[in-house]
């Protein structure tokens, strides 16, 4: 056999071996797609993030089989209120479920001049979503030290609003619509003891953290002077 024809065979069966893997891939894909269609969002816990442009990021998609969780998880946590994704699929429903936790605005941080909108853990957010802000004056150094003690206060399972001042009294914050009062070296033993407090002094206009291991409870009504110590903290 000469070379010539030997060659011609050999690149004869690269050829046949390409398009056969190639028309294989396409059964196997087409095979996902008849099999196991995607055909519907399933998007849960969202407030500011647009289903419509979950659904435009999953549409790129076309079967439950080849869906690729860990992409899509990742494409959708781009949006700067997503702070994170979790994707599975729902094979009986053809669809997907996207569970989304998504960022609060706690903070309008005036930093040397400029404004910044920022969540618990740093994130910068391009509005407050609906949040009451107001501005509050701090050096850049100190933005940090603030929001270690905001996620100390929501990690005791406080629902925190906003932050609202910080100056030499310390940092004030409202906490379910009453304000509380704490230093940026709040214990974690005091956070998990602040929603009890407040459950028991319903009329109390404040609450003192500042103190370690105290929860100072503000006077219920003018008619009570000065302030007490709550147990527990």
């Known amino acids: 056999m000469s070379v010539r024809r030997f060659r011609k065979r050999v690149l004869r069966t690269i050829v046949i071996s390409v398009v056969a893997g190639t028309l294989a891939s396409v059964a196997v894909f087409v095979g996902a797609y008849i099999a196991f269609p995607l055909e519907g969002v399933n998007l849960r816990g969202e407030r500011m993030l647009q289903k419509s442009e979950v659904e ?5 998609r076309s079967s439950l089989l ?9 494409e959708i946590e781009t949006n700067p209120w997503v702070e994170s994704a979790t994707v599975e699929r ?3 429903k053809h669809e997907v479920v996207i569970d989304v936790k998504e960022h609060r605005a706690v903070l309008l941080a005036s ?7 920022l969540a618990s853990d740093g ?15 701090l ?3 100190q933005v940090p030290a603030v929001l270690e003690s905001v996620r100390t206060l929501e990690a005791g399972g406080a629902n925190l609003e906003s932050v609202d001042s910080f100056g030499a009294e310390g940092i004030t914050a409202t906490v379910d619509g009453r304000r509380v009062i704490l ?21 109390s206009p404040y609450f003192d953290l500042r103190s370690p291991g105290r929860i100072v409870v503000g006077p219920e009504d003018k008619g009570r002077d ?6 527990g903290a």
């Open 56 to 60: 435009g990021l999953v549409s790129k």
């Open 66 to 74: 080849t869906l690729n969780t860990r992409s899509l998880e990742q």
């Open 90 to 92: 729902d094979w009986r």
């Open 111 to 117: 930093v040397e001049g400029r404004e910044r909108i």
């Open 123 to 137: 994130a910068t957010l391009p509005d407050t979503g609906g949040a009451r802000l107001s501005p509050v004056e």
């Open 139 to 141: 050096e850049r150094w």
């Open 183 to 203: 230093s940026d070296t709040v214990r974690s033993e005091q956070a998990s003891a602040l929603r009890e407090v407040m459950r028991q002094n319903p009329d």
């Open 226 to 231: 000065g302030d007490r110590e709550a147990a």
